[in-house]
């Protein structure tokens, strides 16, 4: 059965600073990988996926994503943070045999200060 | 485009009572809608996977008695929770997928609605 570990509850950094939210999943099979945000009382954005190709893939306003098949992990990192980027991160799996069915990590609250 | 809708956005009900909770997508037909819950300072939680025309498959430990799930068209489903009490207070939240220029297993999330019973 496949899972999600994101090893951090909480994450607090200053302004600028960089950030690496940590994402570990186990599965036996093939695996798409999501990073979404979540701001308080709002539904799931979706920030980055990979899905195959490239292992490093990157969202519009600076974050990125590395999918490391033999340490399973598929950590999301930017280089400077912004206070607008306080927010609910979680990581996801799907199993590309399991009719899009996502399997979400615990979640890494980002807390970025002045 | 892939937006995803959900009515209403927030809920107070008593105890006893049923609420219905609808999720749309807006410019896609979705086959497939997924609905989950969410505590506070909580991951999300799959409740059912809902495939249009057919009955929704629900995740272990959730009563299929108490949370209805309708997917009457490729654009609709809704989740009905009977007879709610103060422990179905939560975040409910539904996604949809949509097969789109080749994007596949990509799900888009509706804005959710927190439900509170009194």
């Known amino acids: 059965a496949q899972s999600v570990t994101q090893l951090d509850s909480q994450v607090p950094v200053f302004e600028e600073a960089p950030v690496e939210l940590r994402c570990n999943y186990s599965s036996s099979v093939s695996v798409y990988l999501f990073w979404y945000v979540q701001y308080p009382n709002q539904g799931l954005q979706l920030l980055l996926k990979y899905l195959s190709g490239s292992t490093l893939v990157e969202s519009i306003n600076g974050f990125e994503a590395e999918f490391n098949k033999s340490q399973t992990s598929f950590h999301l990192r930017k280089p400077s943070v912004h206070i607008s980027d306080t927010a609910e991160y979680f990581c996801?799996?799907?199993?590309?045999?399991?009719?899009?069915?996502?399997?979400f990590g615990q979640g890494t609250e980002l807390s970025v200060k002045p | 485009g892939a937006v995803v809708s959900q009515h209403p956005s927030w809920v107070i009900c008593k105890s006893g009572t049923s609420v219905k909770i609808e999720c749309r997508s807006l410019d896609f037909q979705a086959t497939t809608m997924f609905w989950y819950r969410q505590f506070p300072k909580q991951s999300l939680m799959l409740m059912a996977t809902?495939?249009?025309?057919?009955?929704?498959?629900?995740e272990q430990g959730v009563e299929k008695d108490k949370f209805l799930i309708n997917h009457a068209s490729l654009t609709l489903s809704t989740l009905t929770v009977t007879s709610a009490h103060p422990e179905d207070s939560s975040f409910y939240i539904c996604?949809?997928?949509?097969?789109?220029?080749?994007?596949?297993?990509?799900?888009?999330f509706g804005p959710g609605t927190r439900l509170t019973v009194l």
């Open positions: 996801a799996v799907s199993e590309n045999n399991q009719g899009g069915k996502l399997i």
């Open positions: 996604s949809a997928t949509a097969y789109l220029a080749g994007v596949k297993n990509e799900q888009f």
């Open positions: 809902s495939n249009e025309g057919s009955k929704a498959t629900y």
